[in-house]
């Protein structure tokens, strides 16, 4: 059973770059999984951000596509995301997310590991 937790939040001016990372423990079986990051702002759903699964395939929300990139290491077991261009509408908590086998869709009610989240705040 894999254990998530996330780091790299902070605060940031608009415009501005963060990354953020998750770090994975308890499977020797995380290169078999996708990964996943969603955020949830006060007062609204979470949403998918991006996945990434075995084979480094991935597939990005609309609303962040071509700021964000998804990437994993799986020789450290780490899951990245480099957020570019950032905005005040991406302020967010941000969550990584893990599920065995292979995502089409980044959809919360997939994913049955979370990460505790890391707050991204952009002004």
């Known amino acids: 059973h894999v254990q998530l937790v996330e780091s790299g939040g902070g605060s940031v001016q608009n415009g501005g770059s963060l990354r953020l990372s998750c770090a994975a423990s308890?499977?020797?079986?995380?290169?078999?999984?996708?990964l996943a990051w969603f955020r949830q702002a006060p007062g609204k759903e979470r949403e998918g951000v991006a996945h990434?699964?075995?084979?480094?395939?991935?597939s990005y929300a609309d609303s962040v596509q071509g700021r964000f990139t998804i990437s994993r290491d799986n020789a450290r077991n780490t899951l990245l995301l480099q957020m570019n261009s950032l905005k005040p509408e991406d302020t967010s908590v941000y969550y990584c997310?893990?599920?065995?086998?292979?995502?089409?869709?980044?959809?919360?009610?997939?994913?049955?590991?979370w990460g505790q989240g890391t707050q991204v705040t952009v002004s």
């Open positions: 990434i699964n075995n084979d480094f395939s991935t």
């Open positions: 997310a893990a599920r065995f086998g292979y995502c089409t869709t980044t959809r919360s009610t997939d994913f049955i590991t």
């Open positions: 308890g499977s020797s079986r995380y290169s078999q999984y996708c």
